[in-house]
């Protein structure tokens, strides 16, 4: 469902130059001005370009992918090649795969046989990262170190694309270097820890998106919050309006579920929080769930049938 017909949705491209906008401005006349403030600023820009690269990979704000993909080239976020962000995100839009320990590449429960084997301290990470200070904590590093693990070993075993993503992102970060070290007047740790807190700003996005449910369509969430994190997040808290809509615009999404509310909220079978406050004030100390997956079957035949259905597609 494509609720728009025009060539180019403005609004998008308008808020990613804004983006851009307050990156270089961070990078030079703010870092002369507070190095601290640069930071905050910076974090922020670049939590606010992942939000747009998650447009773009949905197909925004041009008809054209290559015109699309080129506008977000430049490698402001340090870890996640876009190329890899896109395909493991439209992977995780297999909705009958979500929390799926192997086959949702965004999924942060565990197979319960392999947390089992898993070492007390690794447990313990594991266990701080279901808060959402943890997440926040730890998360970065945690996504950073599984995703580039899991690539090496895609491009030992000689898969082309996952490699070409990485090097096309190398080249999008000499672009922001080049900036770097010629333009701005940033420290490079400013940098660095900035891209971190940037990181950690979308984990509060993706902390609890979705949830171990039985029925594939209960698992997505509804935040109505409309306060400066959903303008963050392009509106991705109504996340499971995006889920069943993939390609409504975020500017757009508001409006969709309201005029549809309780058949989205029937859909999800009311997993809802009224605000980003309600879920800090629940879950910043306090884990939203196990890190084993509670429903994950323990017999192998039963978990060959589990992952036989979720390949189906739904209806």
């Not at 080049?178 to 990181?199: D, E, F, K, N």
């Amino acid at each position: 469902m494509r609720q728009t017909s025009v060539a180019v949705e403005w609004p998008t491209l308008l808020l990613l130059c804004a983006t851009y906008g307050l990156w270089m401005l961070s990078t030079t006349f703010v870092a002369d001005l507070s190095v601290p403030l640069a930071i905050v600023l910076l974090a922020l820009s670049m939590a606010q370009f992942s939000s747009i690269q998650h447009e773009v990979l949905h197909g925004h704000p041009f008809r054209s992918r290559a015109l699309n993909e080129a506008l977000v080239f430049p490698a402001l976020n340090l870890t996640v090649p876009y190329g890899r962000f896109r395909d493991l995100h439209l992977a995780h839009h297999h909705d009958p795969i979500l929390t799926d320990p192997y086959d949702d590449p965004e999924s942060n429960y565990q197979d319960p046989a392999v947390w089992a084997r898993l070492s007390r301290p690794y447990r313990a990470v594991l266990r701080l990262n279901n808060t959402l200070l943890g997440r926040m904590l730890v998360g970065p590093a945690l996504g950073t170190w599984h995703l580039v693990a899991s690539d090496l070993a895609a491009v030992r075993r000689g898969d082309r694309n996952v490699a070409w993503s990485w090097g096309l992102h190398a080249l999008g970060v000499v672009m922001v270097a080049i900036w770097l070290l010629t333009v701005a007047s940033v420290p490079v740790w400013a940098w660095l820890l900035a891209s971190y807190l940037g990181y950690s700003l979308l984990k509060i996005r993706t902390f609890l998106e979705h949830r171990a449910h039985e029925a594939a369509r209960a698992r997505t969430v509804i935040i109505e919050d409309r306060g400066p994190l959903a303008l963050l997040f392009l509106n991705n808290n109504l996340h499971v309006v995006h889920h069943m809509h993939p390609t409504v615009p975020w500017y757009r999404l508001p409006a969709t579920y309201r005029a549809n509310r309780e058949h989205y909220l029937r859909r999800n079978e009311g997993y809802l929080y009224r605000s980003y406050a309600e879920i800090f004030a629940r879950y910043l100390l306090h884990a939203k769930d196990p890190v084993p997956h509670p429903l994950w079957p323990t017999e192998p035949a039963a978990r060959a049938q589990l992952r036989a259905q979720a390949s189906v597609p739904a209806e």
